[in-house]
């Protein structure tokens, strides 16, 4: 399926890129604390859609994750960023804080696509 010296995630990005996404109906997930890799799939898959959870909470990187995730035509990505926005506040005002945190994500992601 793939050479013994390619790691297994760039065997599984390739197969999906070039065995299954004969329709452009595929994505594919990759985690935000990985850029290095992130890019090394991003070349690989083309401007297929990449999945990123691990934005927030788990400490994935914006501005590496946008730098290796985006496509040729600048995006391509759905970032995704859950427990950093669903416990944003414990208390009334969550809410109000849970839109607070989206909109700074929001506003930090185009800063650097």
Known sequence: VGDAQEPLYQVV???V????????????VVGATYPAELEKVRAIVGDMPILIPG???QG????????????SRGWGMIISASRSIIFASKGD???RAARAAT????TEINKYN
């Not at 890129?17 to 594919?28: D, K, L, R």
């Not at 909109?103 to 929001?106: A, F, H, K, N, S």
């Open 13 to 15: 990005a390739r197969h």
């Open 60 to 71: 994935g990187e914006v501005e590496a994750t946008v730098s290796a995730g985006k496509d």
């Open 103 to 106: 909109e700074q994500l929001r």
């Open 55 to 57: 934005i927030g909470a």
């Open 93 to 95: 005002d969550f809410a």
């Open 17 to 28: 890129a070039n065995a299954w996404n004969t329709h452009g109906n595929c994505a594919i």
